[in-house]
């Protein structure tokens, strides 16, 4: 293969090692002694669960699972057949009773988990996600320590889950809310831990909930807001905050669930109660709290001139609010001067038939604008664009980048170019007209470009409601999906079928000059898409050159960028291969905060090789279902990766050469991925 041959001087070294490692196990050492049980739920409780909820003692009610006594005698258990009928255990005459060989069916799962005060004195295993039908997990009253595994939100079949009166420390896993998305979550308790933090909102707005009915966090240290959310859960029946220190108003909307029990006492919350109706709960529901909370069953608000401190948070929401419009950059610049422009036409910029382009002009007032509108932008109107109300999404150095809501209703991104760019008019306007041009699969298209009559410029895109890679390989947030190889290696083949188009694809080949994981957005199909290329021609050269330097702590910046400042289609690739390993070893790259070590992705892999631990580099989410991680295109991946990073920009392969080696080097097992998408066959845009 070209590629490989490239770059196998830098890495053929290096690899060695790695070639003999053809097969191995993603499991660990505990695993290995235990295949003779046909019911994984069985080998699970055994191998995993067992020993982490026992801690160091031992347990005399756990002591009953073990693999010389009947399964209807482990004590606190219940199974379920996969046709859903229970094992019944319940009479000791029964065969079932003393049938040793239930522990090899394998269509027999664990369907509940009972051990409340049984002296537990261990961990919460994240194994616990794996059981595939548990309904009940009921471990209250027990000394379990440590946190609660953020997999239990990614359970199947979880409707009740008690873990109160336990040592669970950390914060509640954002995932948990997943479990309201299969609308079996039924009742979820975790009174009496020492859970710190503010409890962290469903990953879908608006989540219901809709079996939900009791929900008790009372008694631990959650601070924070009210969690506005669960007054959504319209099932709710009893709520249980008390004895925390969450700080806020209460909101209003809390009375319009129909709630049988409430518990609010002794936190710090103030403002106006709702009002629940006459005397349905005591005044033991509230008390405890900051003395400015009123209203019945507490002391009524009164008419005190002085504000409330409910009032003043009040205040202080509507200043955030405001703070969060954009307006201020944009409104200032535009506003009182919109006056529908006429239409007019520019030579300069028709000679081009493949775009249809045209120029709204703002005339007159000195608020002179054009917005030049470009394939599938034709529905933009100047004055959509001027009165749209947007939130800041990121600055970076090319600027600013909002989420803007036109009037409409339809919402769309706008990058506020910073000032020193394109200072020479014409240089500029050609370099937009080539991106107007871009459209691929794997890249943002660009609709519009308006320039204003002080020299504001803004780029106006689509705006897709989507995750970035960074945020889905770095944050773990409620309803993250998870990321195996095969959806990691779309990703990846998106976008180097990205970068190759913006390189060889197009007349006038494209920089991107900002690859980075913050840069690429990630549907739900697994489909990649770029921002924010070919930004650096509109920067004029010495703030093009100073944001190169300032980009020192950047992990992405190939190290001929040290003397050369312009960024090029070798940076480029530079750039994909510390993405490509970010992929595979999960780790954010560069400096990640102000004290925090560099963190050389390249240097890792090398070290790694030379200790012959090539494997544990890989992140572990990665490599499950992995049985050879050769055949199933990861190791060539990593090489890929490497010969990407080569120091010497000469022997790295081009974008074209990357695509073709990760489209020879598949996943093998891609079950999980190629039936929605692959058959989408490039709705969006007619290039993919
Ligand atoms: C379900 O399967 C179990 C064992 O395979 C069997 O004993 C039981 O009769 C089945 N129940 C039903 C309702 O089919
Ligand atoms: C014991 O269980 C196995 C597996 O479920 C079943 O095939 C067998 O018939 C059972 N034996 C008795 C005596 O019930
Ligand atoms: C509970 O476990 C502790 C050690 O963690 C032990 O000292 C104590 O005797 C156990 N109590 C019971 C009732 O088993
Ligand atoms: C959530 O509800 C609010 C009002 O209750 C509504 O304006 C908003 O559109 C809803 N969002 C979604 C995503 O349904
Ligand atoms: C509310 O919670 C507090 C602290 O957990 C407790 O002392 C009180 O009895 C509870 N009150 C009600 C009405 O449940
Ligand atoms: C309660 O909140 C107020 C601000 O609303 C704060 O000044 C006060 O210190 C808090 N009290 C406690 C006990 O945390």
């Known amino acids: ?368 604008g054009k917005l030049m509108i470009f394939s599938g932008g034709e529905n933009l109107t100047l004055e959509d664009v001027l009165n749209a109300s947007g939130q800041v999404m990121e600055k970076t150095c090319y600027g600013t980048a909002y989420k803007a809501k036109l009037v409409d209703g339809s919402t769309i991104a706008l990058r506020l170019l910073r000032e020193d760019s394109c200072k020479d008019k014409n240089s500029c306007l050609l370099v937009i007209k080539q991106l107007a041009k871009i459209r691929h699969e794997n890249l943002i298209p660009l609709r519009a470009f308006y320039q204003g009559k002080r020299g504001e410029k803004l780029l106006i895109y689509d705006y897709l409601p989507l995750r970035t890679l960074h945020d889905l390989l770095h944050e773990i947030k409620a309803g993250r999906p998870e990321l195996n190889w095969a959806r990691r290696h779309k990703i990846a083949l998106g976008i180097a079928r990205g970068l190759a188009y913006l390189h060889t694809g197009l007349d006038v080949p494209i920089t991107h000059a900002n690859v980075r994981t913050k840069n690429v957005l990630v549907d739900d199909f697994f489909v990649a898409r770029l921002t924010d290329f070919g930004l650096d021609k509109l920067m004029i050269p010495s703030v093009a050159d100073e944001m190169v330097a300032l980009a020192k702590t950047d992990g992405y910046k190939a190290p001929e960028l040290k003397e050369m400042k312009r960024c090029n289609s070798r940076t480029d690739v530079y750039a994909f291969g510390i993405l490509l390993l970010e992929i595979l070893i999960g780790k954010k790259p560069g400096r990640n905060g102000r004290n925090s070590e560099f963190m050389d992705l390249p240097s890792i892999v090398k070290t790694a090789v030379l200790k012959e631990t090539t494997m544990e580099v890989f992140d572990v989410e990665l490599l499950k279902g992995i049985r050879s991680p050769m055949e199933d295109g990861l190791v060539p991946a990593l090489k890929l990766a490497m010969g990407c990073c080569a120091p010497m920009a000469s022997v790295r392969p081009s974008m074209e050469e990357v695509v073709r080696h990760l489209e020879e080097n598949r996943p093998r097992n891609r079950s999980a991925l190629y039936s929605p998408t692959e058959t989408r066959s490039g709705s969006i845009t007619p290039f993919s």
Request: negative net charge.
């Open 1 to 368: 293969m070209a590629v490989m041959r490239i770059f196998s001087l830098y890495i053929s070294i290096t690899f060695f090692f790695l070639c003999k490692t053809s097969t191995f196990s993603s499991s660990s050492s505990s695993s290995s002694s235990s295949s003779s049980y046909s019911s994984s739920d069985v080998e699970l409780l055994l191998v995993k669960i067992k020993p982490s909820l026992k801690g160091n003692t031992e347990n005399l009610v756990l002591s009953s699972w073990n693999s010389f006594t009947p399964l209807c005698q482990w004590k606190g258990l219940k199974w379920v057949f996969s046709n859903a009928s229970l094992l019944s255990c319940s009479h000791l005459s029964s065969p079932q009773w003393t049938n040793l060989s239930l522990h090899k069916d394998p269509s027999l799962y664990l369907f509940s988990l009972h051990l409340p005060s049984v002296n537990l004195s261990g961990y919460l295993p994240r194994e616990i996600a794996e059981f595939s039908m548990l309904q009940s997990l009921y471990l209250d009253i027990n000394s379990l320590k440590g946190t609660i595994p953020y997999e239990l939100g990614y359970t199947y079949s979880l409707s009740d889950i008690d873990l109160s009166y336990n040592f669970f420390i950390g914060v509640i896993p954002p995932s948990i809310w997943n479990l309201c998305e299969s609308e079996k979550l039924v009742s979820l308790k975790l009174h009496g831990n020492s859970l710190t933090g503010s409890v962290s909102e469903p990953a879908l707005p608006n989540s219901s909930c809709s079996n939900l009915q009791f929900l008790d966090f009372g008694s631990n240290k959650f601070s924070g807001d009210f969690p506005d959310f669960v007054t959504k859960f319209g099932a709710l029946k009893e709520l249980d905050l008390g004895d925390n220190m969450f700080v806020s108003t209460i909101p209003q909307s809390l009375a319009g669930l129909r709630l049988e029990k409430l518990n609010l006492s002794h936190n710090n919350f103030s403002g106006v109660l709702p009002y629940f109706g006459e005397s349905k709960f005591g005044f033991d529901a509230f008390e405890g709290n900051n003395p400015g909370l009123c209203g019945p069953p507490l002391k009524s608000c009164g008419n005190n001139s002085s504000l409330s401190s409910g009032a003043v948070a009040g205040i202080v929401i509507s200043l955030m609010t405001v703070s969060v419009v954009l307006a201020s950059l944009l409104i200032g610049y535009f506003q009182n001067k919109r006056r529908k422009g006429s239409v007019e036409s520019e030579d300069e910029l028709n000679d081009d038939d493949d775009l249809e382009e045209e120029i709204d002009e703002e005339s007159g007032g000195g608020g002179e």
